[in-house]
T-cell receptor, first 115, second 110 residues
Framework: DAGVIQSPRHEVTEMGQEVTLRCKPISGHNSLFWYRQTMMRGLELLIYFNNNVPIDDSGMPEDRFSAKMPNASFSTLKIQPSEPRDSAVYFC?????????????FGPGTRLTVT | SQQGEEDPQALSIQEGENATMNCSYKTSINNLQWYRQNSGRGLVHLILIRSNEREKHSGRLRVTLDTSKKSSSLLITASRAADTASYFCASGGGADGLTFGKGTHLIIQP
């Protein structure tokens, strides 16, 4: 398996522009997670889906952030409009939940820079 | 908010020595996980210990859990240069998101 795939790997955009980050989870996994990593705040959970349904989006910082999972093999995280403080590395992770807690598999991340 | 707090924030040791990192958490947990992150890369799962377990081993890794003290430790024995990375403890997982600590940055000197 190719693992979790994220695109783009790097994104540089100007303040006010729309940014869309993409994620393809591992085939067969039923949960998908979006995290953000910054030096100041560390790793933060933004939103997660179980069986394509959003479960908890309390970590989404503002209404400028939205996430979708139209099917089991694709998810997007959109920021509109983007701001310089959104600069961070955004990770997508997936897991197969059978019973109880389990490990998550992370993608390589998208490094976003908003100027 | 951060669930776990790793200690120390940074650790530098000689190759071949053992490295110990600690993690304290605040709320009750079902399990605790440790992840490694190499510079500029995604996180890699190392080991999961459940709340009813006290110790777990995986290769050169040893994890302990003390639920009464709300703390866990990760021991890496016979360290290698390739172990240089940041190490995070995290609670949750499975169908729920993970809550991470701030991490310990480990440097193995050759």
């Amino acid at each position: 398996d190719a693992g979790v795939i994220q695109s783009p790997r790097h994104e540089v955009t100007e303040m006010g522009q729309e940014v869309t980050l993409r994620c393809k989870p591992i085939s067969g996994h039923n949960s998908l997670f979006w995290y953000r990593q910054t030096m100041m705040r560390g790793l933060e959970l933004l939103i997660y889906f179980n069986n394509n349904v959003p479960i908890d989006d309390s970590g989404m910082p503002e209404d400028r952030f939205s996430a979708k999972m139209p099917n089991a093999s694709f998810s997007t995280l959109k920021i509109q409009p983007s701001e310089p403080r959104d600069s961070a590395v955004y990770f997508c992770a997936s897991s197969l939940v059978l019973a109880g807690g389990g490990e998550q598999y992370f993608g390589p991340g998208t490094r976003l820079t908003v100027t | 908010s951060q669930q776990g707090e790793e200690d120390p924030q940074a650790l530098s040791i000689q190759e071949g020595e053992n490295a110990t990192m600690n993690c304290s958490y605040k709320t009750s947990i079902n399990n605790l996980q440790w992840y490694r992150q190499n510079s500029g890369r995604g996180l890699v799962h190392l080991i999961l210990i459940r709340s009813n377990e006290r110790e777990k081993h995986s290769g050169r890794l040893r994890v302990t859990l003390d639920t009464s003290k709300k703390s866990s430790s990760l021991l890496i024995t016979a360290s290698r240069a390739a172990d240089t990375a940041s190490y995070f403890c995290a609670s949750g997982g499975g169908a729920d998101g993970l809550t991470f600590g701030k991490g310990t940055h480990l440097i193995i000197q050759p």
